[in-house]
């Protein structure tokens, strides 16, 4: 079973960024999707990027241009950078392991599906707080 160990999130104003990192233990797949989620309070726990073990990477549309999933195999950690963040970005932001793809007709390849039920593994949560 993997392990996922998120970094601390933090505080920004609107505008800023913050860089999130997972660092992954244990088995882990050979082929995966490592997904970043974010839940507010109220709200279902929703998806806005992954990247497989190939490193192609997927996002939802309220945050592309604007997050990049990035991975280093060597550390066996994932990162996601966020730009430009608005106050509607505040939740408690999840990585989480799984293996489910789906096609994307437009890029003619698998992509990794944004859906939180297709986890495996999450890690533990970190807090993103962006004021106005």
């Known amino acids: 079973q993997v392990q996922l160990v998120e970094s601390v999130g933090g505080s920004v104003q609107a505008g800023g960024s913050l860089r999130l990192s997972c660092a992954a233990s244990?088995?882990?797949?050979?082929?995966?999707?490592m997904g970043w989620f974010r839940q507010s309070p109220g709200k279902e726990r929703e998806g806005v990027a992954a990247i497989d073990s190939d490193g192609t990477t997927t996002y939802a549309d309220s945050v592309k241009g604007r997050f990049t999933a990035t991975q280093d195999n060597a550390k066996n950690t994932r990162y996601l950078q966020m730009n430009s963040l608005q106050p509607e970005a505040t939740a408690m932001y999840y990585c989480g392991v799984h293996t489910e793809m789906s096609l994307d007709a437009g890029l003619g390849i698998a992509v990794c599906r944004l859906n939180p039920v297709a986890v495996d593994a999450w890690g533990q949560g970190t807090l993103v707080t962006v004021s106005s």
């Open positions: 244990g088995y882990m797949y050979s082929t995966y999707c």
